[in-house]
Every structure is written in C-alpha cells, then in structure tokens.
C-alpha cells in the first residue's frame, strides 16, 4: 500500500497535472484541464506523495441524477499499488448515488463492466490533424455570428445547449466558452432561432481543440464547421472528439486521408442507464476527458 496522500487539487496543481497527462499520451493542455478544474473543483481529486503528484481523477455532478468522471491516471511507476483505487473511491464519494458515466477506452470496456457500469451506449472518436475546407459541400441558408452579440445572449445559448445535451450545465458551458482563448459561433435560421453552436479553444501547444459542435441538420454542422476553423490559423492542428457513426465524420476522414489522423474510439458507459441524446445533430462534444455526456 502507498503512503501517497489524497486530496482535493488546487490551483497551483494544474502544471503538475498537465505534466501526468502528457506522460501518458493524453492530449489535454492545461488551459483544457484548468477549465475542468474550475467547473468542478470540489470533485477533483489528486494523489501526491513526497511532494509531486503521481494520480489525478475529476467526478462531475452534472443533476441530482447524473454525474460523469474520467482523467483518471496514475503515473506508471507508482501503479499497483492501490492508488487509482483510493482516488476512484474518493471521487465515488463525491458523486454518491447518482448514475454515473464515464468514456472507456476499448480495453477498459470489459474491466469497467465489473466496476459497475452495466450499460454500454455509443462510441465516440477521437481524430485531429488539418482539414481542408474548399472540400465540403454547404448548402444551408443560416446566417452564423460570434458569440455573445446584441442579439443572442447566454441564456439562448444554454437553452440550445440544453435541448442537445439533455442535461443543463450552465456552469460548465461559462468556464468553457468564455475563456479568453475560447471563439464559439452560433448560427441562426431567417426566423431569428439558433439552430446551432460550436466552440474552438486553442491552447499553448499550437493546437485547437474543436466543440461541442451541434446542430439541427448536418448542413448546419457543416456551416459551423467551416465558420470555426476559418477562425484558426492556415494549417493549425484542430483535435476533436466525435460520434463515430457520423456521416460528417465519414466525410471528412475520406476527403482528408492524408491530414486527419484517428486516435482511438471510446465508449460511453453508464452505472444504471444511459443518458439519451440526438446522435444526429452532434458533430463533435467538448472532450472526453469528463464533464459531460457528449
């Protein structure tokens, strides 16, 4: 059994977190985690020993129904020995007995399932690389405009967000699209209704990352698409994490082989039910790492 130590992160923490996400591949800059960070930091937990961090996992309650965890890591050498253990048992505390979800890596899937999550729903996967625009084909008549404007404020958007998501998360929505390094794009049909929203947050590693992103038709998806990464710089590498099964998705792989490169695909998994939401009118969620179900 470790001596490791425990306890709620901290500000000062996040460099230190950043560096264990690096160590093992995850793609999350520390403007991505301070956010997580500042959405939950009563559900966030870290294992320290001998002054460093060497564990981190974030639980999230999203209702007094739902909760969703995840950047669950232990740093390799100090694996085994009981750690993950005690920082999921300290997250589980936190979320108590509401159903809880998580994104599960393919070989995670059957070990989660004797964890407790029972359900297994759709796949989410996780691509960046540059894409070119000229290539897809638009056809929707909406206007799109940058968030907040005259006409649009928070709460439409967190009212769109809302229909889509199918949970509300006003907390979470201003952490993410109102960081100084956060562009998010709405788009409006002639009846003056948003119809969709996206976001792009770029980070120090020269790298944007691109949701959520929804919309009521994928022409719409599309528009925003386009919109967003016009926002970005000719060439800049844009990550993303969307559902596997769409047809945008297909779109995009097959007419950017060479640019666009697949990670992995990761599995929604849930405690005691799944969390339904309109698979088609999400191009891509906010990240995997946690905070929401899509």
Known sequence: MSTATIRLMQPEDLAEVTRLAEMVSWNYSQEVIRA????????????????????????????????????????????GL?????????????????????????????????LGFTVESWKVRHISGTIATEKIKLS??????????????????????????????????????EGESTITLFAMSKAGEIVGYGAIKRDSNNTTLL??????????????????????????????????????????LTENKSTLKVHADVTRMFYHHDVKAPQEKIFAIASAAVAHHC
């Open 82 to 114: 009981g750690i993950g253990t005690r920082l999921w048992q300290k997250m589980e505390e936190y979320i108590g007995d509401r159903n809880l979800g998580i994104f599960s890596v393919a070989e995670r899937v059957v070990p989660n399932k004797r």
């Open 140 to 177: 929707e008549d909406c206007k799109v405009s940058t968030f907040p404007s005259h006409g649009v404020q928070f709460d439409a958007l967190l009212q769109y967000d809302t229909k889509i998501h199918t949970i509300e998360r006003e907390r979470f929505l201003k952490v993410w699209i």
């Open 36 to 79: 997580l960070f500042e959405y939950s930091p009563e559900g966030s937990f870290i294992a320290e020993l001998q002054g460093k961090v060497i564990g981190v996992v974030m639980g999230f309650n999203l209702s007094e129904e739902e909760a969703f965890g995840g950047m669950w890591i232990v740093c390799k050498q100090h694996r």
């Open 211 to 252: 949701g959520p992103l929804y919309g009521e038709t994928p022409a719409i998806m599309k528009t925003l698409l386009v919109s967003l990464i016009g926002k970005t710089t000719f060439g800049e590498t844009v990550d993303m994490w969307a559902p596997v099964g769409s047809e945008i998705l297909q779109e995009l």
